[in-house]
């Protein structure tokens, strides 16, 4: 059961996971500051220094923060705005990087081929 865990974990897909995983935490930290202290605040200008964070309903002892669910909304999307375009981004430059192969194709002449023929049921003869 060791050998099998040792095999899985050490593929290729679940340390590209893995690696995946950590920079997209980072990549996240970095949107969020991005959103919290760059987006929000010049949304607040334009709706005229609103705070979605602080606004919130009381109905007797309860509060409904529905401000913060309204910066989450904003958050998501900025999020998945930016994924987009970095994917994007690096969809491109890959294929950039594509180059197309030429096939080369060499023309064989016949009295070639059959010698590689020759050649070839030599060495079968010769491994049985």
Known sequence: ???????????????DLAIAVVIGAAF???VTSLVENIIMPLVG??????DFTGLAYKYKE???LYGEFIQSI???IIIALA???AV????????????VEEVVVVEIDTQEALLTEIRDLLK???TR
């Open 1 to 15: 059961m060791l050998k099998e865990f040792k095999e899985f974990a050490l593929k290729g897909n679940v340390m």
């Open 83 to 85: 994924i987009f375009f």
């Open 28 to 30: 996240g930290k970095i």
């Open 45 to 50: 200008l334009l709706t005229g220094g609103v």
């Open 62 to 64: 309860t509060e409904i």
């Open 88 to 99: 994007r981004l690096l969809m491109k430059l890959k294929r950039k990087e594509e180059v």
């Open 74 to 76: 904003f958050d998501f």
């Open 124 to 126: 079968q003869q010769n």
